[in-house]
């Protein structure tokens, strides 16, 4: 069960109060609550070796660039913000313009994340090398791949939600 103190990510992009219908629905199994807010936690946790944060935080903002979830790109972008990430990279990857972001093992890094969000299928054995290729331990890469699972859940569990608000307010 998540403490009152903490804060819920998705309860709070989709403005869910604790009068509200699909709120209670949402946490009749507070363990898939906490334990989706616990996820994110450790994904974007700064003592997760591997991947920095900012990294893991571009991979995130271009993930919901791609799907489109726009309450998430907000989310992430202001993330990147709080952590200095710089400006012109984030316009980048906000742009899908991968082919100006210098960094090979950033460029691998959302090339590897447009394919799997965009044509998985092509998320192949070559598209995996590259990843090491561009510098990325096996940890890295398990990271990699779990946190844009992660992410598509997300985007996922939030557009669900709103859906179920809109449905909630119009009844």
């Known amino acids: 069960m998540l403490d009152a103190k903490q804060t819920d990510t998705v309860d709070r992009l989709v403005g869910l109060s604790a009068s509200d219908q699909t709120y209670q629905v949402r946490h009749q199994r507070d363990k898939v609550v906490a334990a989706t807010q616990g996820s994110?936690?450790?994904l974007f946790d700064p003592a997760l070796e591997g991947l920095t944060v900012t990294e893991r935080l571009y991979v995130a903002l271009f993930?919901?660039?791609?799907t489109p979830a726009p309450e998430l790109v907000r989310?992430?972008?202001e993330r990147l913000?709080?952590?200095?990430?710089?400006a012109e990279i984030m316009d980048f990857v906000a742009a899908g313009?991968?082919?100006n972001i210098q960094s090979p093992r950033l460029h691998t890094i959302l090339k590897f994340t447009h394919t799997l969000i965009?044509?998985?299928v092509k998320a192949d054995r070559r598209a995996?090398?590259?990843l090491p290729q561009a510098g990325l331990s096996t940890p890295e890469v398990v990271t990699l791949a779990q946190l844009i699972a992660f992410v598509s859940y997300q985007v996922r569990l939030v557009a669900g939600?709103?859906?179920m608000k809109s449905l909630e307010k119009s009844a």
């Open 75 to 77: 989310e992430y972008t």
């Open 63 to 66: 993930a919901c660039v791609l």
């Open 81 to 86: 913000i709080a952590q200095g990430a710089d």
């Open 161 to 163: 939600l709103k859906a």
């Open 128 to 130: 995996l090398l590259a």
């Open 97 to 99: 313009a991968l082919e």
């Open 40 to 42: 994110e936690n450790g």
């Open 118 to 120: 965009t044509d998985p």
